[in-house]
């Protein structure tokens, strides 16, 4: 419908479970050379901290290529809320007034396909990277997340406490 947009509708809870399949699906769309993401979070009843990094890392790495948008549609009060108190707004357009499927969201949704991406197991190594990446996009937020990245080995170190030599 949208052939210069991909959209990305996760139903229920947004989760370390489903992030995964949405990073993966994501990614693959990024390096297919579709840089215009958009996450309609309508559907969305809430988010954990791991769905949110997932959504900072490709935010991050549209920024990287220099091309694109991540645009995040749908939210609640609270959704767009949590994703601006962890300072994502920088990463992503929220609830943009421009774009080619503004005013036909139900449209665009009802063209929507299932995600057929069967591999939703939670691997350590994600809930660690999207905890970095929330890091990475706010250092305001290692405070935040400074118990998870210790308990799961994280290198990245806190800039606010370090210490000069």
Request: with cysteine; hydrophobic share 35%; glycine share 10%.
């Amino acid at each position: 419908m949208f052939e210069s947009h991909v959209w990305i509708r996760p139903e229920g809870r947004g989760t370390f479970q489903v992030s995964p399949s949405i990073k993966n699906f994501g990614e693959s769309q990024i390096i297919a050379g579709r840089n215009n993401l958009v996450v309609d979070l309508g559907a969305c009843t809430g988010m954990d901290s791991t769905f949110m990094g997932m959504l900072a890392g490709l935010g991050m790495l549209l920024k990287k290529n220099g091309e694109g948008q991540l645009s995040i549609v749908g939210t609640t009060e609270k959704t767009k809320a949590s994703l601006e108190e962890l300072g994502l707004n920088h990463l992503m357009e929220i609830e943009p007034s421009t774009g080619p499927w503004i005013g036909k969201l139900d449209e665009a949704r009802n063209d929507l396909r299932p995600l057929n991406d069967q591999k939703n197991l939670a691997k350590e190594e994600h809930i660690l990277e999207c905890h970095e990446n929330l890091c990475d996009a706010d250092s305001e937020n290692f405070e935040r997340f400074e118990t998870v990245l210790g308990v799961m080995g994280s290198k990245k170190v806190n800039p606010s406490k370090s210490k000069p030599g």
